[in-house]
């Protein structure tokens, strides 16, 4: 079954200057019950917005979403019994502890006193904060306010998790710890998880399945080692100025070749050439390319990341920021 499942969403904004913004423009996708499922991509790609969407705090323009089966637009409430949802303006108080800020929320889903106290026992050791629970919140460095948000979202025993951006800004220790409590929570618990990031990394190393969305659209979507398999076991890329045209037909009829796309970068154009053996073909390709008029100046040859799998659908390069 599906955890979730979106039907050609839309979202327009309705700017408040009368310009209208399309953030999302006909998404579809289905995410497995305990999947980890992760959308990449860049600023104002409408990630924030599709998880709005998902977890009730904005109704679609137009399509269809279902979460733990119910539909997120006329059974809301359904929806949110199920699901968890951590943002990425995250809000600690900072003169709690951290035990009092997880027992305030247990507090709001009705548990009793109990089953507080065993909750927040478990779920601080999940997260390994128990030793800083009766510290103040305000004293917790970055990761441990995202650790906490974690257990936050765990209180309510989600059967579908959505966190947006959960390691923004964190050190690459603060992150793999953060990914572990992830991983962990599917394993243990079969919980859903979907996520949202602008880390490549994150995407590589923790997602089942990932899905690249660019200005409100899924450009592509599979498993992070599938998409990299696609772009060859080598990519070329040749960046330089003059007709790309010939050396594109040239190449793509080679048969070493698996994919060729081509990209502007400033005044140059960039080529990428997915290939069986990039050291072995070089010299080819370059030849090519003088043959075909296009002046290199730069040659990368690289083992293929999400990176290059970014690039290559979406013309952009995803700087972290
Ligand atoms: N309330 C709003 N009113 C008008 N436009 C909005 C609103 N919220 C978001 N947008 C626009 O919708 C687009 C998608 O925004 P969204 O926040 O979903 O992107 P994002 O992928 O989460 O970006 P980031 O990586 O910066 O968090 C952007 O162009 C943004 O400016
Ligand atoms: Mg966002």
Known sequence: MNAITTTALEKRYDGKDGVAVDALRGVTLHVGTGEIYAILGPNGAGKTTLI???TTLLMPTAGLAMVAGYNV????EQVRRRIAVTFQEMVVDADLTGRQLLDFHARLYGLSRAARQEQIRTLGA????TDALDRKAGTYSGGMKRRLELARGLLSAPQVLF???PTQGLDPQNRSSIWRHIRRLRDEQGITVLLTTHYMEEAEALADRVGIIDHGQLVVEGRPGDLVRQMGADVVTLTGNGAA???LLTVRALDFVTH???HAADDLVRVQIGVDDGERR???LIGAASAAGFHVVQVNVNHPSLADVFLAHTGEELHNQ
């Open 126 to 129: 999940l997260v390994e904060l």
């Open 73 to 76: 637009a006329t059974e809301p």
């Open 163 to 165: 966190l947006d951006e």
């Open 260 to 262: 060729v796309t081509e």
């Open 282 to 284: 070089l010299a080819a």
């Open 52 to 54: 709005s969407i998902l």
């Open 245 to 247: 045209a010939g050396l």
